[in-house]
């Protein structure tokens, strides 16, 4: 029996390309060359403590937070992989306070590429799936010059996003805006290999996803609709729930895109300034992106998340995020306020 063909990365966006005209030949390099990155992180996350990339990195980013010798690679090897292709005019980043405009020595393209190098970071010492999220918009028309005001555009204009976790495997995830696929990177052959494709999640779970130790700063929707949760068989909910909570989004949301639940970073009262924990441009509008190809839904409690118009670079937001039917309830339970 003939063994089943194994499609690459590049043959699926070449093929893509002739069926839907949404990856034109930039969009191609740009995504082959964040895949590439993301097979050379995927190398350094896995040799670990004997690559000497585990722990701190003595310095903190425009967050405050402190950065891992891994966030600072992984942020690295993303920038010097993409400014010289010319298919971008400029890069935005978690670990970086201003953007990256593509140094004059290199061409420019017509895309803004927007990342989280390593997201999970706190679980990069222990051992548990980490991720890189990305980013895709076009540069507006007609503007001369690269600015932090041409990456504020919703999320609802993305081109392209998609995430690379790793894990077990270390698989890379992809939306054009026609559905999602999933692609394994076969360690033999150094490549990406589609693994799945028309992803969809379920539009009911029994499954979520929240960090429970922040409970009492929770907002009452959120409360009301985890302790109806927990209640289970005799609560109003009439099921039982499990609960996961990894600490990455990236293998959270993995695990929601392979066999649905919810997933939620709301706003709570530790900063009662800061509308949630998560960031919009580069973590929760290709999420939201994703999940909602797949036939979810992604809100901040009130408003879709690819329809926030976003006022500044590291902006934050409350994400609730998975199954439909699940996000839709919260989302409710907010407006009941
Ligand atoms: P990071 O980008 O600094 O790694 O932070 C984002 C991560 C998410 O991946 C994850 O869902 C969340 O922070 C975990 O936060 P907490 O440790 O508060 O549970
Ligand atoms: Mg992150």
């Not at 699926?12 to 993301?38: F, K, M, T």
């Not at 670990?95 to 990342?115: H, Q, S, T």
């Not at 996003?161 to 270390?170: E, I």
Request: glycine share 8%.
């Amino acid at each position: 029996m003939t063994p089943p063909k194994k499609i690459s990365l590049t043959r699926y966006l070449v093929e893509q390309q002739r069926i839907d005209g949404l990856i034109p030949g930039q969009l191609r390099l740009l995504l082959e060359v964040v895949a590439r990155a993301c097979k050379s992180i995927s190398h350094a996350v896995n040799k670990g403590a004997l690559g000497n990339v585990l722990g701190s990195a003595q310095s903190e980013n425009v967050q405050g937070e402190v950065q891992k010798k891994l966030d600072i690679i992984a942020n690295e090897v993303l920038i010097e992989a993409n400014e010289w292709g010319g298919h971008l005019a400029g890069m935005a980043s978690e670990e970086m306070d201003a953007i990256y405009v593509v140094p004059n020595r290199y061409p420019k393209g017509e895309y803004l590429l927007l990342f989280d190098p390593l997201d999970g970071s706190s679980n990069i010492d222990v051992n548990v799936s980490i991720g890189t999220i990305f980013s895709v918009l076009h540069m507006p028309e007609d503007d001369r010059g690269v600015d932090e005001g041409d990456f504020l555009q919703p999320g609802s204009r993305q081109v392209a996003a998609g995430y690379c976790v790793y894990g077990p495997q270390t698989t890379l995830v992809l939306t054009v805006g026609d559905g999602v696929a999933m692609f394994t990177l076969d360690r033999e052959q150094g490549s990406f290999v589609l693994t799945q494709e028309n992803v969809r999640i379920p539009a009911d779970t029994q499954e979520f996803a929240i960090n429970m130790s922040n409970m009492r700063h929770w907002a009452p929707p959120v409360r009301r609709y985890i302790d109806e949760c927990l209640q289970g068989k005799d609560g109003p909910r009439g099921k039982d729930f499990n609960m996961r909570w990894i600490a990455s989004m990236v293998a959270d949301v993995h695990r929601i895109l392979t066999r649905g639940g919810i997933f939620m970073y709301p706003w709570d009262q530790r900063e009662p300034n800061k509308p949630g924990k998560l960031r919009l441009m580069y973590e929760a509008n290709p999420m939201a992106w994703l999940i909602e190809q797949a036939g979810g839904a992604a809100t901040n409690g009130k408003e879709r998340i690819l329809d926030l118009q976003p006022t500044k670079l590291h902006e934050r937001v409350s994400v609730i995020l998975g199954s439909k039917n699940e996000v839709e309830r919260v989302t409710s339970y907010h407006s009941e306020l």
